[in-house]
């Protein structure tokens, strides 16, 4: 991953990584197969590392909540430390390895996997907030997680070019499609 993250794929060389590692290039072999399954590997790695520190609690907390105030609460923070702009370098980075898909199959497939548990735990959790109540009754959880996601990546493209957006107008749009698209109210609470 370091290798990757420094220098890109082209920089990946088994012996130079089983010496850092301190082993022999089979056992690097052995491991993953080839040098494909190595930065496979660590491309998945990479781009499900890029949502845990932010993401990883959040369903628990989601289905934690017992009142829409908690709730929206939960929700707000969540979004608040991903949109951070400590968040950025995550964003480019999964936009990095998205766009490597194209060139490999086995990582297609090992991050539609990854999305397919987010949506899961994400999709239970909004499910039980919709059994209790603090949600909209037609809300499809799992379908909301990946439109919220799709504009999480989409937020990336604002980036590359901050001098032409308003960066707190767009993050204030966003909060409010999340919260009308959740709670049918895109009244927002304050910031936590």
Known sequence: MRVID??????????????????TSPI?????????GLIVAA???RYISSWRETAHDVPEAIMA?????????V????????LGPE???????????LGSLVHHEALEKAVVEQLA???????????????KGLVRPDLNGAT?????????????????????VDEATWNRIFLEAVFFSLFEDPSVPAPI
Do not use: P
Not at 7 to 20: L, N, S, T
Not at 75 to 81: E, L, N, P, V
Not at 144 to 164: K, N
């Open 28 to 36: 690097v072999y052995k491991a993953y197969g080839s040098r494909e």
């Open 87 to 97: 968040r950025h370098i995550h964003r480019r980075t999964r936009h990095e390895i």
């Open 144 to 164: 909301a997680f990946m439109w919220y996601i799709g504009q999480i990546e989409g937020r990336f493209l604002i980036e590359l070019d901050m001098a032409g």
């Open 117 to 131: 548990l987010m949506r899961d735990r994400f999709g239970n959790a909004f499910e039980a907030a919709r059994q």
């Open 65 to 73: 909540a017992n009142t829409v105030d908690e709730l929206k609460a």
């Open 6 to 23: 420094e220098h890109g794929e082209a920089a990946v060389h088994i012996r130079d990584i089983a010496a850092a590692c301190g082993v």
């Open 75 to 82: 929700i707000a923070g969540a979004i608040r430390a991903i």
């Open 43 to 45: 491309h998945t790695e």
